[in-house]
């Protein structure tokens, strides 16, 4: 039952876009993809919720967690097994699990819990909030976009994982992020 929201062994250096919504995650990924001519591993969430939307006008709970988690790694793993360079993931289970700490009270499905912590990722990029906000069926927290950065930053420090904080404008953001993974490459 667990074992699909476990990331199975592939041979790529794996990197995470992290951070709040509209921050330049999905951008940046598929620049990214196409710089090292890699693949990048889409936001499940994102599909999976607005098909929720548009068909029930209905947003996220606490039940849907678990689905989009085993979604995100089910789509993480068959990318993985395309490319044996670099890996972009738009997001990981360890975002899912800050959201639903953010979202639902600091609560967590522990099965989440278990695997965001135990799936790791060569890199994170942790986005930070200094792009302009875009509005869509799906974002709703505007106002919060400080207090989301902290509680994603703080997630990566609290299980010391790898980041590089990215700022600035598009190009700025792609020439450190490749700088940073060129370094991983070339390890």
Same mark, same amino acid.
């Given at each position: 039952?667990?074992?699909?929201?476990?990331?199975?062994?592939?041979?790529?250096?794996?990197?995470?876009?992290?951070?709040?919504?509209?921050?330049?995650?999905?951008?940046?990924?598929?620049?990214?993809?196409?710089? =090292?001519?890699?693949?990048?591993? *889409?936001?499940?969430?994102?599909?999976? %919720?607005? @098909?929720?939307? !548009?068909?029930?006008?209905? $947003?996220?709970?606490?039940?849907?967690?678990?689905?989009?988690?085993?979604?995100?790694?089910?789509?993480?793993?068959?990318?993985?097994?395309?490319?044996?360079?670099?890996?972009?993931?738009?997001?990981?289970?360890?975002?899912?699990?800050?959201?639903?700490?953010?979202? =639902?009270?600091?609560?967590?499905? *522990?099965?989440?819990?278990?695997?965001? %912590?135990? @799936?790791?990722? !060569?890199?994170?990029?942790? $986005?930070?909030?200094?792009?302009?906000?875009?509005?869509?069926?799906?974002?709703?927290?505007?106002?919060?976009?400080?207090?989301?950065?902290?509680?994603?930053?703080?997630?990566?420090?609290?299980?010391?994982?790898?980041?590089?904080?990215?700022?600035?404008?598009?190009?700025?953001?792609?020439?450190?992020?490749?700088?940073?993974?060129?370094?991983? %490459?070339?390890?």
């Amino acid at each position: 039952m667990e074992e699909k929201y476990k990331q199975e062994p592939s041979n790529c250096i794996k990197v995470v876009l992290f951070g709040p919504e509209s921050t330049g995650k999905t951008t940046l990924s598929r620049q990214l993809a196409r710089h =090292y001519n890699s693949v990048w591993v *889409p936001e499940y969430a994102r599909t999976y %919720l607005q @098909n929720k939307w !548009n068909n029930e006008r209905k $947003t996220c709970t606490p039940e849907d967690l678990l689905p989009i988690a085993e979604g995100q790694i089910k789509l993480e793993n068959e990318l993985a097994k395309k490319t044996d360079s670099v890996l972009i993931c738009d997001t990981d289970l360890l975002e899912t699990k800050v959201y639903s700490q953010a979202y =639902y009270a600091g609560n967590c499905d *522990p099965t989440l819990e278990k695997f965001a %912590l135990k @799936n790791t990722y !060569n890199l994170y990029f942790l $986005t930070y909030i200094d792009t302009p906000w875009e509005a869509d069926d799906l974002r709703d927290k505007p106002e919060h976009r400080e207090e989301m950065f902290k509680a994603f930053q703080d997630e990566l420090i609290k299980n010391n994982r790898p980041y590089i904080l990215l700022k600035g404008n598009k190009k700025e953001r792609l020439t450190t992020a490749i700088k940073h993974i060129d370094k991983l %490459l070339n390890k």
